[in-house]
């Protein structure tokens, strides 16, 4: 089942025609199909069990989102207070959340000691000391992983690598030793597992493979060191398709992980983000107008680069579907995609064949769920977008597009400003 579909020539979510969805609440707007969000997280339920998955949720954190993945049985990997607290706020239990980040400042760990989380996954030695002496300050013991570096290129886009000895991400795998000897003497720390996550958009097996085995070599290291290893937390990075990438494939990668680590007896972590909610989420746009220049044809929208940011951070692709069919023999001619915001990066594609557009026309960016709404901003003064969960027959606006009263709210004159016209 493809969760985006031409009904009647009508690009609809389920039974849903998105054109109903963009005259109730309006362009731009994400649009995300629970069904196809359970069916992602079924497969990996299917396939990867009995391993713990938790959802990682910087790729989409709203609310209504979490709580269908929580209602699923998953956790939640997390990299902020902001994250856990909207976790909990979901319903997903605290002794199901990992709490990830190169970062994580004093008052984070503390939160999430004080939820009493399943797992902090530490990236340096500061860190290490930090957690000892906030967890055992408040008479509390930590289970922690340690997230290695295992200098491994994910041969994903180089943004979106976390596993190479140059970049920020963990400890490197050669010192992993030292500081579990360290961290022994340490109080309030139960030195519980290893974690790993080498970047995003994994298409290839091979380099999980290398990490794996980098990841099984320093267990069985750190065990004749005496140190007690029961749990492996082996990250996300699960690729989708954009454009033309073949899906990384499950059942390829559990056989990897059977075949590398599956011998050591720990339980098993996978944090998937992406792969949960890519596919199953679009943003819907109008055609603001059509300008044809000397030398472009520009389909110029109401979604900008705040609205969706890929494109033009990680030079992404995402699929542009017209909501209603183009008849057959349409005349596909190219066009730069852009938005209204006042910078030339503003560009969703750069001559893409498009079919015949005009202003009023509803397109699609598909594969907009992970990674789209959570990176938005109100850059250009344009409020957040609404996002709308499609189930079955019916949608609902699961958060609503902010009032520009809203959006001035928190904003404050300072007294010598507040007279009348300024200058007090
Ligand atoms: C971002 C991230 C993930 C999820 O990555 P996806 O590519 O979205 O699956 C998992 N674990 C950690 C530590 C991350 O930073």
New binding site residues.
């Given amino acids: 089942m493809r969760p985006f579909d031409y009904i009647d020539g009508s690009l609809s979510a389920g039974q849903v025609p998105l054109a109903d969805i963009a005259a109730e609440v309006g362009t731009p707007a994400y649009v995300y199909s629970a069904d196809a969000i359970e069916a992602a997280y079924r497969e990996f339920e299917t396939v990867l069990a009995p391993a713990r998955i ?1 959802y ?1 949720m ?2 989409n954190g709203n609310l209504a989102v979490l709580r269908l993945l929580a209602g699923l049985g998953a956790g939640a ?1 997390v ?1 902020s207070e902001g994250e856990l607290r909207r976790a909990l706020a979901a319903g997903i239990a605290p002794e199901k959340i ?1 709490f ?2 190169v970062g994580k400042t004093d008052a984070e760990i503390e939160a999430a000691l004080r939820d009493g989380i399943l797992q902090i ?1 530490v990236e340096s030695v500061p860190e290490v000391r930090s957690l000892s002496r906030i967890a055992a300050g408040l008479g509390r013991t930590a289970s922690v992983a340690v ?1 290695i570096n295992p200098d491994v290129d994910a041969g994903t886009l180089d943004q ?1 690598s ?1 596993g190479r000895k140059t970049d920020k ?1 963990g400890v490197a795998w050669t010192e992993a030793p030292a500081l579990f000897r360290e961290a022994a003497g340490l109080p309030g720390l139960s030195m519980d597992g290893i ?1 790993v ?1 080498i ?4 298409g290839d097996l091979e380099p999980y493979r290398r990490a794996f085995r980098r990841v099984a070599e320093l267990v069985r290291t750190l065990r004749a060191d005496g140190a007690r290893i029961r749990r492996l ?1 082996l ?5 989708i398709r954009y454009r033309d990438e073949i899906p990384l494939p499950l059942a390829g990668y559990a056989r990897v992980v059977q075949e590398e680590v599956g011998g050591l007896g720990c339980e098993i972590v996978v ?6 909610v ?1 596919p199953a989420g679009l943003l819907l746009a109008s055609v603001v107008a059509v300008k044809e220049t000397p030398a472009r044809r520009f389909v110029i929208v109401d979604a900008g680069m705040n609205d969706l940011v890929r494109p033009m951070m990680y030079g992404a692709w995402h699929d542009i579907l017209p909501l209603d069919a183009p008849p057959a023999g349409a005349d596909y001619r190219p066009a730069d995609v852009v938005g209204p915001v006042c910078e030339t990066t503003d560009k969703f594609a750069d001559r893409r064949l498009l079919p015949p557009l005009e202003a009023g026309d509803l397109i699609a960016f598909c594969e907009a769920g ?2 789209g709404a959570v990176m938005s901003s109100t850059y250009n003064g344009r409020p957040l977008v609404p996002e709308v969960l499609v189930r079955g027959n019916g949608f609902d606006v699961v958060r609503a597009r902010p009032t520009f009263e809203e959006s001035l709210a928190l904003e404050r004159l300072p007294d010598w400003l507040s007279g009348p016209g300024g200058q007090g």
């Avoid at 970047?199 to 994994?202: A, D, N, R, Y």
């Avoid at 990250?235 to 690729?239: H, I, K, N």
């Avoid at 944090?271 to 949960?276: D, I, N, S, V």
């Fill in positions: 938790c990682a910087k790729a990997d990299v990992v990830s980040g996954n997230r979106i976390t991400f974690a996550h970047g995003s958009q994994l937390d990250g996300g990075g699960f690729g944090e998937p983000g992406r792969r949960l890519g992970a990674y």
